[in-house]
Every structure is written in C-alpha cells, then in structure tokens.
C-alpha cells in the first residue's frame, strides 16, 4: 500500500499515487482513517500539467458512492484512464487525515 494522505490536519493535497500505463482498467482500493471532523476526497489526473478533478468513490461496507469522504472506511475509485491520483483534505475542524492505497489491475 502507497500512504497519500498521512496523519494531515489541516486542509492540504497529499502526495501523488502513480498508476503506470494509463490505458490499463485500474481500480483504486483507498483506505481511509478520519481521526475527528474533516472530509477528504480523491483526485485524479490524466496527464502530467493536466487539472485534477474530484472522482468519485465507493464505500465497500454498503455500496454508497460519493465525492466527499467524510467518515473512515475502505473505498474503491474506478481510475481507468487516469495517470495519477492524489489524496486531499478540503475540510477540516479537527484530528487527521490518514489516506492509504493500492491499485487493482484488471
């Protein structure tokens, strides 16, 4: 597993998850520790110099899919196509932002 995002407080982009080849199906298994009050979202690129943009989530326990994490959970983001993620805190009231991932290919 590859840490993005670790023990923030505070609202930050964290570091950057190379996903290799960009044409291969990858999906994104993102574990997520919020140690109080902050939401947290994954941000994906498709090239060196391109925006990052918010892609959405999935929480494994029921399914529910969203932009905003807010609570801690195991996610999985479909990140076909995208050359890199990154992890962000863009709210926070207090404690930490722990992100972890690792990339599932096929």
């Known amino acids: 597993m590859q840490t993005i995002l670790e023990a923030v407080g505070e609202i930050a982009d964290g570091t950057r998850h190379k996903l290799g080849t960009p044409t291969m199906a990858v999906s994104l298994l993102v574990d997520v520790v919020i140690t109080d009050t902050a939401t947290a979202q994954v941000k994906g690129r498709i090239a060196e110099g391109e925006q990052d943009i918010v892609l959405l989530v999935t929480k494994l326990f029921d399914g529910t899919t969203l932009s905003d994490i807010i609570a801690s959970g195991l996610y999985r983001v479909d990140v076909s196509g995208m050359e890199s993620v990154l992890g ?19």
């Open 88 to 106: 962000r805190v863009n709210a926070w009231t207090g404690g930490t932002v722990t992100m972890k991932t690792k990339s599932v290919i096929g």
